[in-house]
C-alpha cells in the first residue's frame, strides 16, 4: 500500500523559514513524480511545487525563489525548504505521489496524498 506523510509545519513569523518532510512507503522514488500542494481556508487547494523522476523541478511563481523542493532517494523523503515565508503561504500543505503527468501542478494528476501539514506564518 502507498502511503505518504508530511511533518515538519509549524507557526512562524513572516520573513522566517521552515522544512517540510514528506516520508514515503510503498513506491520507488526515482521512478515517481511527486509534489507540494497546499490549500488556505475558503480557496483552491494549488500546486506549489513539483520533482519528477530527473529531478527536474517546477515551481508555482508565487514561491519561485523562495521555496526549494529536493527529495533524499536514500531515505524515500520529499523536502519543502521554506524560506522568506509571507503570511500569504499560510495553509495546510499536502504531499502527492504517483503523479500521472511530470511535473504537473494540477491536483487531478497525483494518485496518492497525504493527510496534510498547517503552515501559519504571523505577519
Known amino acids: 500500500q502507498v502511503q505518504v506523510v508530511e511533518s515538519g509545519g509549524g507557526l512562524v513569523q513572516a520573513g522566517g523559514s521552515l522544512r517540510l518532510s514528506c516520508t514515503a512507503s510503498?513506491?520507488?522514488?526515482?521512478?515517481?513524480?511527486m509534489a507540494w500542494f497546499r490549500q488556505a481556508p475558503g480557496k483552491q487547494r494549488e500546486g506549489v511545487a513539483a520533482?519528477?523522476?530527473?529531478?527536474?523541478?517546477r515551481y508555482a511563481d508565487s514561491v519561485k525563489g523562495r521555496f526549494t523542493i529536493s527529495e533524499d532517494t536514500a531515505k524515500n523523503t520529499l523536502y519543502l525548504q521554506m524560506n522568506s515565508l509571507k503570511p500569504e503561504d499560510t495553509a495546510m500543505y499536502y504531499c502527492?505521489?504517483?503523479?500521472?503527468?511530470?511535473?504537473?501542478?494540477?491536483?487531478?494528476?497525483?494518485?496518492?496524498w497525504g493527510q496534510g501539514t498547517q503552515v501559519t506564518v504571523s505577519s
Open positions: 502527492a505521489a504517483d503523479g500521472r503527468w511530470a511535473l504537473s501542478l494540477m491536483p487531478y494528476y497525483y494518485n496518492v
Open positions: 520533482i519528477d523522476s530527473d529531478r527536474a523541478t
Open positions: 510503498g513506491l520507488t522514488f526515482a521512478d515517481n513524480s
